[in-house]
Structure formats: C-alpha cells, structure tokens
C-alpha cells in the first residue's frame, strides 16, 4: 500500500503499528513500576531516584518514538533539547536561588 | 477550476526551504521548547514551595502547628488518569500511522479515540479539582493550593486545546479536506498531544509520587 511519509533530509522512515504497540505496552509497564515503588517501604532511601529515573525512560520513549525524534532531522533534536535543557537550568537555579544550595 | 487546482498544487510546493525541512514543523519544535521553558517554570515553583505551607491541606499526610492533615492526593486515580493520557499518546501515533498510508477510516477512529481519552483525562482532573476543593484546597488557601493548582490546571488547559485540536481535524477529514498527502498536519497535532503526554509524566512524578 502507498504511504504519503515523505522522508526529510536526515530522517529515516517511521515505525509501524506493532512498534507504537510494543512502546505503549513498555510504558505502561513503566508507570505501574512507578506507582508500585511508591508504596514500597523498604526502597524508600532511594526512591526519588528511582522515579527520577523511570520518568526520564518514560519521556525519553514518548520524545524518541512517538515524537519521531530518532528518526526526524536532527535540528528537531536539538530545538527540543534546547528549550528542554534552559528549563532545568532554569529549575536548578530557582531552586538553588530560594534553598541557597550554594550558599 | 483547473487553474486554482494548479495554483493549490503549487502552494503546497512552495514549502520547500534552505534546510530542505518543512518550516511548518520546525516552529512546532521552536513552540514546544519555549513551552518546555513554561512549564519548566510552573514545576520550579511548584518544589520550591513545596511543604513550605504553614496550614493545610497538604498533598502528603502532614502535621502543621500540631494539626493532623489527611493526605488529599489519592494515587491510585492519577495513575489511572497517567494511563489513560499516556495510552492517547499510542491512539494519536496510530492516527498518523493510518493517514500516512491513505486509511481515513483508521485516521478517524484513531483520531476520536485520542479525542475521547483526552476527555476522560480532563474529566478525572475536573473530578479531582472539584473533589480537593470540597476537602478545602483552594487556589489561595496555602503555597500548595496556589502552586498545584496553577501548574495543573495549565496542563489541562493544554489538554482542551489538544482536544479542540483533534476534533477540528476529526471534521476536516470527514467534510474530505484532509488528504493523505496533507498528512503533516496530523503530525503537528501530534507532536502537540505528545508534548502534553510528556509534560504529565514529568508532573505526575514530581508534583504526586516524589516524597517530601
């Protein structure tokens, strides 16, 4: 069957159904690891952590697969990445600016 | 008539650019950044108040000036409501997959179900607004009030555009002036629906689940 995908200069073609499928399903399984963390005691030490990191997976999938960030140009990428790293430095220095992390 | 088709054919060509990308995206990505720069300054503000609240409500169980509070966020619900957003992500994704090769049945099924799920999203958050103000959290109750309320009710008023969005292509391909070749416009809706997703799984992990 045709496909009205036009590739861009630098990107590759998308997934398929079965790619968006099996994406979904590992993030559903990522966000029930979420909410099963949270009401384990014994990993509560580590538990930012540990949700710290299983968002970053979660958006880290959505951004690369559904976003078509892994297979669109690169400048797309770095667009992104730019607004997404002025933001947590702008959360690093609100919250160093109010807690007086350096101080 | 010919003529005008001719003249449309060539408006779509006229697209063509020196990075050989189609401007129309690149300002989607340009807007999604200085959104991430919005949103990056709500959650900000969201942990730099948070448990800094002299009374109650607080999201977590807490004691304030030797008053017992009761936890107000119930996490079972926003996990739902997290699944269902992120499950409208895999529908929108399906839409695009089914326009891009000439399904307009697929694109419509795929594009109301996105719609739908995104729907359900707000309602629960309506529901959980409504819910936490009846337990007494208001906007200007305490610093949590305030912050929770604006950076959620933000995200959801993202939400209601996405929706808007969808269903106003939802009409377009029905009244059949949405064609296959026009698939970008399926994409750009879908890059907004997705940025909405990621938003709240960066919200759902630091405003409900991380600790104090």
């Not at chain 1, 430095?89 to 101080?103: D, E, K, P």
């Not at chain 2, 990505?29 to 959650?43: E, V």
């Not at chain 2, 957003?85 to 529908?91: H, K, P, Q, Y």
């Amino acid at each position: 069957m045709a496909t009205h995908q036009e590739l861009e200069p630098g990107g590759h073609a998308h997934p398929g159904a079965k790619e968006y499928v099996a994406v979904a399903v590992v993030l559903a399984f990522l966000t029930s690891i979420e909410v099963a963390v949270y009401y384990i005691d014994y990993v509560r030490p580590w538990l930012a952590h540990m949700l710290l990191v299983l968002s970053a997976a979660k958006f880290f999938l959505v951004a690369a697969f559904f976003m078509h960030l892994k297979f669109d140009n690169r400048l797309f990428s770095s667009l992104f990445v730019g607004g997404l790293i002025l933001a947590i430095s702008l959360g690093i220095s609100l919250l160093a600016l109010f807690h007086n992390l350096f101080v | 008539m010919e003529h005008a088709v001719a003249s449309a054919h060539a408006a779509e060509h006229e697209h063509e650019t020196s990075t050989g990308l189609d401007n129309r995206k690149l300002v989607m990505w340009a807007f999604l950044a200085s959104d991430c720069l919005f949103f990056g300054s709500f959650i900000s503000t969201y942990m730099i108040y948070r448990g800094r609240s002299p009374t109650g409500p607080c999201p977590h169980e807490c004691v304030l000036n030797g008053v017992h509070y009761e936890g107000i966020f119930s996490i079972p619900y926003t996990s739902v409501s997290a699944f269902v957003l992120l499950m409208s992500s895999l529908t929108m994704v399906l839409a695009l997959a089914a326009i891009q090769r000439g399904d307009h049945r697929g694109l419509r099924v795929w594009l109301l179900a996105t719609a739908l799920l995104g729907s359900v999203f707000v309602g629960g958050q309506y529901f959980e607004f409504t819910t936490f103000y009846h337990h007494g959290l208001s906007l200007s109750v305490n610093l949590f009030g305030t912050t929770f309320f604006v950076l959620t009710g933000f995200h959801g008023a993202h939400v209601t555009v996405g929706i808007i969005m969808l269903l106003s292509l939802l009409l377009t391909s029905l009244l059949g002036r949405l064609p296959a070749s026009d698939s970008l416009t399926v994409e750009l809706t879908g890059l907004y629906w997705h940025f909405v997703d990621v938003v709240w799984i960066v919200i759902f992990t630091v405003v409900y689940l991380l600790p104090a």
